[in-house]
């Protein structure tokens, strides 16, 4: 038989045996991709974000059944690329395609990806950075460094060498205190910063959470595996942790495991950490019949601070033992001792976290039996904690630039993440205060082609001082609420196509000097007495001292109750009349509690002390049980309790602690009155009903139609009028801690304005959107 002849039959047998696996499939191979599918199934429930970066489509990764995300959705600058041919590793278990793609960032200091998980703020996660160079500029580069950071904190520098066939990754227990997470590559100065993948996973479990920072990942060891199998990761682990194998130990160990762990045996057992099967089913235990198991990790990440770390280890009886012995041992960790531990049959045992500190960066261990039998140890996880120094820029300040950034269709190469921080890289045209939180105290826009109205976000920005908005294509009138900021003493708005009258009250804060005011170039823009609408005498901003209300209750006023009681629908205040009385409230005990120095809270807050002027700007009256802080720094004056039934805070009547919190209190039940119709106590058969029993029941049953005053005869935005609810009823939990400060409380009205300001124009097509937070704006009577 010649060469081709034995080919042939060779090729003959091959093709039965395949005939034959198909017709008959191993029972094992069977078994274990049903157990495959269980786990991605478990793991599924744990989804989070899987992005390749500078991947051209989405897809499903075929060996770990990863969804893949491109990342066109979570950053906007960057070139995608890919490694060079002779690097690609598509069939690479677990890794494959998606560290042959990567995104490179040519342009700006800093360039950060937007993640923003379901599970939102106040959550656990597990974030994950890979990064793989693969010479793919050809320019076969061996070293390049730059940072790393997650939210407004520095995580890592990349800066190992990078092999060609090779990656490196970064993981990171992280903590968000916000919904949105951003995860930025700072440039350093020492080559172009790229990214190779991203991976965010909710981490629901309480072992793993530190309040004082993010835990960042140094060992993950599985002991006692065979390296010709690799790394167990998803979907063998839930949380995608990438369990290594440990050659520290190998000398002087000896591997055991048993197949006699599967997911059912750790169902409801001690394995808080969720750890894989396949990591518990295997161990290692001393050679040579010792008794003690000794480990030495060195941090090579030590900087000019004592490192803290936490120090988990992970066991599981995999040896059927005789004679009911048990196998008993102590732990001893950078010189201290813990324990007896006593470990039973194929149940899980988590111990830790021990937390730790060493100046030279080291965590040592030793586990020494206390019985007949020799320790095991099955895996361990060493994470050091990271310092989180800084606090995301205040979240008011946050949203009101993004919706400016939104509604100026703003597109900086350097306007991403965090406004204010990290410090060396805030956005251009941005400066904010050294507070933590930072906020914002000046934003030039300047020369920047913005158009269309000023944008009702710009007077959020309650801490701003300095504004230019000179030489762009902006329209419509000024809105006479910038006087109302606090702190603003600069505000350019020459060489713009404005129009209309200038408020009164910009006026007069540039003629005494408190604002400077640039107008020139506006030629539709008056700027004289006579075209200005007829006012009132006195057209102050909201109350600038206590001395001022005698001036203002000259005013030919009338009040908010005696509008809502009106019997005429012609008159009476429309829903979103209403809500622009909430915002000049709001704006009122705002400059109260923090422009007036030191604060003074009202203390008699409610619709009656709300005073309207002819074209329905709202001011607050009535001074009379007014209480000034003795000094700035004050939280709270003891006084006896006074005010008006339904609107007193119960804290403060009980107390007679009087805080800022007080005012909130009234606040919200002012509030109420505007959404509802009904006083804050409500007569009946069987006495009176405060207003908040009254709405609870309704709340519940998401009943909004019978909260809203039924005289607006259904003319709201319903998602409007629910923002506008919640909003009030955050103003009077029975604690004042758990209120919002009047600056949050704003900040959410002036949203729900704008929201309701939106709504009108999307419904009629021909409104035009006035800004005008002041006297210019006036109700549409329907």
């Not at 050809?138 to 190992?160: M, R």
């Not at 140094?218 to 002991?223: E, F, I, K, M």
């Not at 290692?284 to 900087?303: A, D, I």
């Not at 908005?469 to 000024?478: K, Q």
């Amino acid at each position: 038989m010649d060469g081709g002849q034995i080919l042939l039959s060779y090729i003959k047998v091959w093709v039965i045996l395949l005939l034959l696996s198909a017709t008959f499939p191993n029972s094992k191979l069977a078994a274990k991709n049903t157990e495959q599918d269980k786990k991605r199934k478990l793991a599924a429930e744990n989804s989070g974000i899987s992005i390749d970066c500078g991947a051209d489509e989405d897809y499903t990764d075929r060996n770990t059944g990863i969804s893949y995300k491109t990342d066109k959705d979570f950053i906007s600058t960057g070139k995608n690329k890919v490694v060079a041919p002779e690097y690609d590793l598509t069939s690479t278990l677990y890794y494959g395609k998606m560290v042959n793609s990567l995104r490179i960032f040519p342009e700006g200091d800093r360039n950060c990806y937007t993640l923003k998980p379901r599970e939102g703020k106040n959550q656990n996660y597990y974030v994950r950075a890979f990064f793989r160079y693969g010479n793919y500029d050809s320019k076969n580069q061996t070293q390049i460094k730059f940072d790393l950071y997650i939210g407004v904190n520095y995580w890592a520098t990349v800066e190992e060498t990078f092999e060609n066939k090779y990656w490196i990754n970064y993981d990171i227990i992280h903590y968000s205190v916000t919904d949105t997470i951003y995860v930025c590559l700072v440039n350093t100065g020492f080559g172009v910063p790229f990214i190779s993948g991203l991976d965010l996973l909710f981490m629901n479990d309480s072992s793993y959470r530190s309040m004082n920072g993010s835990l960042l990942r140094r060992v993950q060891a599985d002991l006692g595996g065979e390296v010709s199998l690799g790394t167990i990761r998803y979907p063998d682990d839930v949380y995608a942790r990438i369990w290594q194998l440990d050659v520290n130990l190998t000398d002087s160990v000896s591997n055991i495991s048993t197949e006699a762990i599967t997911n059912i045996d750790i169902q409801g057992s001690d394995n808080r950490c969720r750890l894989p099967v396949e990591v518990l089913r295997t161990a290692v235990q001393p050679r040579n019949g010792l008794k003690s198991l000794s480990y030495t990790y060195t941090s090579p990440y030590k900087e000019n601070f004592t490192p803290e770390f936490l120090v988990f280890f992970h066991f599981a009886e995999i040896e059927q033992i005789a004679g009911g012995k048990l196998r008993e041992f102590t732990i001893t960790l950078n010189g201290l001792k813990y324990g007896l531990f006593t470990l039973e049959y194929l149940k899980p045992l988590t111990i830790g976290p021990y937390k730790l500190q060493d100046q030279e960066g080291l965590v040592r261990f030793s586990i020494d039996a206390s019985s007949d039998l020799p320790p095991i140890l099955n895996a361990f996880e060493i994470f050091e904690l990271l310092p989180l120094h800084d606090s995301p820029t205040n979240q008011t300040d946050v949203d009101a630039i993004m919706a400016i950034k939104k509604a100026y269709k703003i597109d900086r190469v350097d306007w991403q993440g965090d406004p204010c921080l990290p410090r060396i890289t805030t956005w251009t045209g941005l400066q904010c205060n050294n507070d933590n939180p930072p906020r914002i105290i000046s934003l030039n826009l300047s020369s920047s082609q913005l158009s269309g109205n000023i944008d009702v976000s710009l007077l959020s920005l309650t801490t701003i001082q300095s504004l230019d908005l000179s030489n762009n294509e902006l329209t419509g009138t000024v809105p006479e609420a910038f006087a109302q900021l606090p702190h603003l003493t600069i505000l350019y708005l020459s060489r713009n196509k404005l129009t209309g009258a200038v408020p009164y009250s910009l006026k007069e804060k540039s003629k005494s000097r408190q604002l400077q005011l640039s107008l020139d170039g506006n030629l539709d823009l008056c700027k004289i007495d006579t075209c200005e609408k007829k006012q009132g005498s006195f057209p102050v901003p909201v109350i600038a001292s206590v001395i001022s209300v005698s001036v203002l209750l000259l005013l030919s006023i009338i009040t908010i109750f005696w509008r809502l009681k009106r019997e005429n629908s012609t008159n009476m205040l429309n829903w979103r009349a209403r809500l622009q009385i909430a915002v000049d409230a709001a704006q009122g005990l705002e400059y109260l509690h923090n422009g007036c120095r030191p604060p003074i809270v009202h203390r008699d807050l409610k619709s009656s002390n709300i005073l309207l002027t002819e074209n329905l700007q709202a001011k607050i009256a009535d001074f009379g049980l007014s209480k000034a802080f003795a000094n700035e720094g004050d939280s709270h004056v003891t006084t006896v309790p006074a005010g008006t039934p339904g609107y007193i805070d119960p804290e403060f009547r009980a107390s007679g602690n009087l805080n800022k919190k007080s005012d909130v209190y009234s606040f919200g039940i002012l509030l109420c009155e505007l959404i509802t119709g009904q006083p804050p106590l409500i007569r009946g058969h069987q006495g009176h009903t405060h207003i908040l029993q009254w709405v609870s029941p309704l709340v519940e049953r998401g009943d909004i139609q019978s909260i809203i005053d039924p005289r607006l005869q259904g003319e709201f935005n319903t998602n409007c009028a629910w923002k506008a609810l919640e909003i009030a009823l955050s103003c009077v939990p029975p604690t004042s801690i758990q209120r919002p400060d009047m600056s949050d409380i704003l900040g959410e009205l002036k949203e729900c304005l704008a929201m309701e300001m939106s709504s009108e124009i999307s419904m009629c097509g021909s409104v035009e959107m006035s800004l005008v937070l002041g006297t210019d704006m006036a109700p549409n009577l329907r």
